[in-house]
């Protein structure tokens, strides 16, 4: 009898020893799941060259009898910027059609009695301009200046003599202005700008017309750029 009381006791605290050691074991749990993944947006920049269309309208005027000169723009734009932290350098250039004209009627201004008629063109023009530029995010605020280029024409046609005379030429000049560009995507961007042209007095016509001629333009444009 007591040999079974013993056996009992001991088997009774070997269960309590190894219900104490599973209690100590760290308990099983499924694994953490993993951080959700996060995708990388690009960080925008203005770095880069671009290609691009401008179009709009130029005010101005012609020195001496030609008068005004107004008409609609429409061009292609070639550029490049560099960024260093919020300000933006960079060079462009454009060329493109220049519809700027104007005639003249002016009595007692022929030899004779009859009015002579003058007549101003712009056929073509050219600009190559630096840019420097405050990048806000997509948005870019910049000052533009350089040279500009432009055929002018002019002519005069005199009933009186009767005659006409006849002078196209190409005139340097400079352009300086300023605008906002805003990039819709990595790729495409708008900007509208503002740029004052002055291009150089040059002796124009025959006698009894010889006359130096320049002309001022402010032109106004906007344009769609493809940034490479």
Known sequence: MKRILFATAAIAALGAA??????DLPRRTSAAAPAPYAATLPVFTWTGAYAGLNFGYGFGSFSNTFGKANGGLIGGTLGYNYQVGQAVFGVEGDYGYNGAKNSNALAGRGLGTAAALTNGKISDMLTARVRAGYAVDHALLFVTGGY???TVKTSVVDPSI????ANSSWRNGYALGGGLEYAFTQNVSAKAEYIYTS????????????TNVGEHQSLVRGGV????
């Open 225 to 228: 750029n493809y940034r490479f």
């Open 148 to 150: 500009a280029g432009a």
């Open 199 to 210: 291009f150089s007095n040059k002796t124009a016509l025959a006698a009894p017309w010889t």
């Open 162 to 165: 009767p005659a006409s005379f």
């Open 18 to 23: 190894q219900a104490a050691n599973a209690a």
